[in-house]
T-cell receptor, first 111, second 113 residues
């Protein structure tokens, strides 16, 4: 079973920030939070990952709560091409990198 | 960086034939590669974990004699679907891991007639 829970779907207006929540209340101390997205009929795309501190890259920002039981992926200026299913995954670096996939959040960016 | 390719991207075959799918890490060496299967409107399901130079580890319910995996080098893993049947029709995705995380290929859509 996936170790995370995410809303099944979300809408966001083009140009606005998209905030995608993820709950991972059973996360252990050595597990990272990974975010991937999958655009229809394509392979998943890595977005960002983090352990404790907030992270930012050219694609997104990752905000992890202090207790690490939840996180939020932020797409600062959503475009129509950001429409995809977004997956939040927690996994330890010592687990041979196996990822367990939940249902994800289908994010629809509307013009 | 961290580009993973798959070939072919789309294949149609007759029932009973075998199909080979290649997965390559183009700009990094991957000691571990993963093979997933994804049915329509479902999430990815891990089929097997492939370590270079050793036998693959298959997930429960995945037949190792039907889905043959070879990981002969640090940049190439192959999945062969033997004696394919229509129920094997699916989207097959590979991934390769480096120190950052897992990077995925574009997927191979298999249709078995």
């Amino acid at each position: 079973d996936a170790k995370t829970t995410q809303p099944p779907s979300m809408d966001c207006a083009e140009g606005r920030a998209a905030n995608l929540p993820c709950n991972h209340s059973t996360i252990s101390g050595n597990e990272y939070v990974y975010w991937y997205r999958q655009i229809h009929s394509q392979g998943p795309q890595y977005i960002i990952h983090g352990l404790k501190n907030n992270e930012t890259n050219e694609m997104a920002s990752l905000i992890i709560t202090e207790d690490r039981k939840s996180s939020t992926l932020i797409l600062p200026h959503a475009t129509l091409r950001d429409t995809a299913v977004y997956y939040c995954i927690v996994e330890g670096m010592d687990s041979n990198y196996q990822l367990i996939w939940g249902a994800g959040t289908k994010l629809i960016i509307k013009p | 960086g961290a580009v993973v390719s798959q070939h072919p991207s789309w294949v149609i075959c007759k029932s009973g034939t075998s199909v080979k799918i290649e997965c390559r890490s183009l700009d990094f060496q991957a000691t571990t590669m993963f093979w997933y299967r994804q049915f329509p409107k479902q999430s990815l399901m891990l089929m097997a974990t492939s370590n270079e130079g050793s036998k693959a580890t298959y997930e429960q319910g995945v037949e190792k004699d039907k889905f043959l995996i070879n990981h002969a080098s640090l940049t190439l893993s192959t999945l062969t679907v033997t004696s394919a049947h229509p129920e094997d029709s699916s989207f097959y995705i590979c991934s390769a891991s480096d120190r950052v995380g897992q990077f995925f290929g574009p997927g191979t859509r298999l249709t078995v007639l």
